[in-house]
């Protein structure tokens, strides 16, 4: 059957427009939610963020009508343990991931406590996950174990990667998709697009039952990768920059890996493309919404999983990027919006962590939390419907890699308020900036402010032996 080599379906086991500020209204009840994940984007790569090379007209209009963030953070700059703090709502530091999950590893996400899509399925909701999981190595890759979404509440598994995406293959044939045979896809198929079709039937065959779609996209990883007729557009913009083709591309064939300007930077053409195809998406996903009357009982969520690599783009006006825990690295655009709910046409700039949507989306959907469930996150309903969050409450990073010799440095961070403390383990030294008045971390007020150091040095060492770092 050519669906179910397409999705995993298991049985649960048990049973856009204009938007204001509309909180005083009746909350809808069971709202729909639809999660969309970028990969590797960084938090300048979008129009509504003041990026004027890439096009996302989708997603600046969602922004425009619905809550943007300025100061929202992913948990970890890299995938693996970002991913694992938005599905378990908790520290990654707490599951022992704190660097991208190797293919033959035999580290996991942990089953312990209920994961976000488990604690929605037994709330009612019917759950689905599209893309990129990256929280368990690959028993194609030699893991001893492989723990997929399905393990963790996730009942419609589509186009989840069966084997280590690496570097690519955005373009049929999908080495880490092989079960998807040649009459399941066209030639030359680009995944990105793909998956936004799916998201479409997805919300066709549930549009009778509350569901959370998490749509976790590929692109725009670090290898980036565009369609040749799109990458050729923005190619023709005098701003684009250039790189010549990778040694293992020499023909410079656009449906092969590494073609010309894959490195270039800052202005993208490979990762423009990506990004148009994602906005694109999401601009569907809207229509189909408002087709099916299910607009304003959606909400829709934008972010990203880590800072832009510093190998194909420039993450300006913010320092560093991925694998670095400067701001570049771990604060990602953010766009939450539903239409006459969600108290839109908004800029917050509260600090916010993704392992806050678990508690905020079952507060949202009035889900309870589970009982055997203990938060790190804290729900930032009430910022969302109009109200105002504590902007003063700490928020933490650990990162340090594993079974690699290079990648970033061994190092631990904590805000609170506009302060951040950065301490590397490797060497013992920190580094103390000042956010409100320096978001572009360029000068160290350690020596000038030691009070404020030793404040968070204290409150970063307590947090680490709190969450269990070695």
């Known amino acids: 059957m050519k669906r179910k080599m397409l999705y995993l379906s298991l049985a649960a086991t048990s049973a856009a427009g204009t938007s204001v500020c509309c909180a005083q209204q009746k909350a809808p009840q069971r709202p729909n939610v639809i999660f969309i994940f970028a990969d590797d984007l960084g938090w300048a790569e979008l129009g509504c963020y003041g990026n004027t090379f890439n096009e996302t007209p989708a ?43 190797k293919p033959d590893s035999p580290i996991h996400l942990g089953t312990e406590q209920p994961s976000l899509p488990e604690a929605l399925r037994r709330g009612g909701y019917h759950t689905g996950i599209i893309g990129k999981w990256h929280l368990s190595g690959y028993l194609a890759n030699g893991a001893p174990v492989e723990m ?19 570097n690519g293959s955005y373009f049929y044939p999908w080495h880490h998709l092989k079960s998807i045979g040649p009459d399941e896809a066209e030639e030359h198929e680009f995944i990105v697009e793909r998956m936004n079709r799916e998201a479409l039937r997805f919300i066709e065959r549930n549009r009778e039952r509350p569901f959370f779609l998490y749509l976790s996209h590929y692109a725009v990883h670090t290898m980036v990768h565009g369609q040749p007729e799109l990458v050729d557009y923005f190619r023709s913009k005098p701003e684009c920059n250039h790189s010549a083709p990778s040694k293992n591309n020499p023909e410079n064939d656009p ?58 783009t420039d993450n300006g006006p913010l320092r560093g990027g991925k694998g670095t825990l400067y701001e570049g690295g771990t604060r990602e655009p953010m766009i939450v919006f539903q239409p006459g709910r969600i108290c839109g046409g908004r800029v917050s700039s509260l600090p916010t962590n993704n392992y806050d949507f678990y508690p905020t989306l079952c507060e949202l959907t009035g889900t309870p939390l589970p009982e055997e469930f203990e938060p790190d996150g804290v729900s930032i309903a009430d910022e969302l419907l109009g109200g105002a969050c504590d902007t003063e409450r700490p928020l933490y990073w650990y990162f340090r890699i594993q079974g690699r010799k290079s990648g970033g440095r061994w190092c631990s961070s904590v805000r609170s308020g506009d302060w951040k403390l950065i301490e590397f383990h490797d060497d013992g030294t920190r580094e103390l900036y000042n956010l409100r008045e320096d978001p572009s971390e360029t000068t160290d007020r350690l020596a000038e402010v030691p009070e404020q150091a030793e404040r968070l040095a204290k409150l970063l060492a307590q947090w680490r032996r709190d969450a269990g770092a070695e």
């Open 59 to 101: 997603l600046d209009s969602m922004a425009r009508f619905g809550v943007r963030f300025t100061d929202a953070y992913a948990s970890a700059p890299i995938s693996s343990p970002s991913r694992a703090g938005l599905i378990s709502g908790r520290y990654p530091l707490r599951d022992g991931i704190t660097d991208y999950i």
């Open 148 to 166: 997929g979404p399905e393990k963790y509440g996730f009942e419609e598994v589509v186009l989840s990667a069966e084997e280590s995406i690496g």
């Open 255 to 312: 449906y092969k890996k590494w073609p010309a300007d894959y490195l270039a930077k800052p202005h993208n053409p490979h990762l423009a493309a990506q990004l148009k195809v994602v906005d694109d998406g999401v601009g569907m996903i809207l229509a189909k919404l408002r087709e099916l009357g299910l607009a304003e009982n959606t909400i829709v969520i934008f972010t990203s999983d880590n800072g832009g690599s510093p190998q194909v």
